[in-house]
Nanobody, 124 residues
């Protein structure tokens, strides 16, 4: 069974930091691109960040550039999202995802594997 599990979410004050982690099991994603998405109540799931299978190419949503950093472990089955200078508008459920492609993709439709999400709440 393929499984992606996120962790690291929680409640943080505006300006603070959180580090989200994603661990995959059931198959290897060593040649797959991976990404983070988020969704808040009443809104569509939106792209946050993505990373290629090599880990050398990344892409970020404009709203998080300069604040968030995506990375993945050398075994390529782990991934992290370092979130700094958090804002209340960052509040959402954050989802880890893996794509079939090895290149960076930003559309949710391009990702075939998803975690269950971890809640991030940023207070004012």
């Amino acid at each position: 069974q393929v499984r992606l599990v996120e962790s690291g979410g929680g409640l943080v004050q505006a300006g603070g930091s959180l580090r989200l982690s994603c661990v995959a099991s059931g198959r290897t994603f060593s040649t797959s691109s991976m990404g983070w998405f988020r969704q808040s109540p009443g809104k569509e799931r939106e792209f946050v960040a993505a990373i290629s299978w090599t880990g050398r190419t990344t892409n970020y949503a404009d709203s998080v550039k300069g604040r968030f950093t995506i990375s993945r472990g050398y075994d390529k089955n782990t991934m992290s999202l370092q979130m700094n200078s958090l804002k209340p508008e960052d509040t959402a459920v954050y989802y880890c995802a893996a794509a079939d492609s090895g290149v960076v993709v930003i559309s949710p439709a391009e990702y075939g594997y998803w975690g269950q999400g971890t809640q991030v709440t940023v207070s004012s």
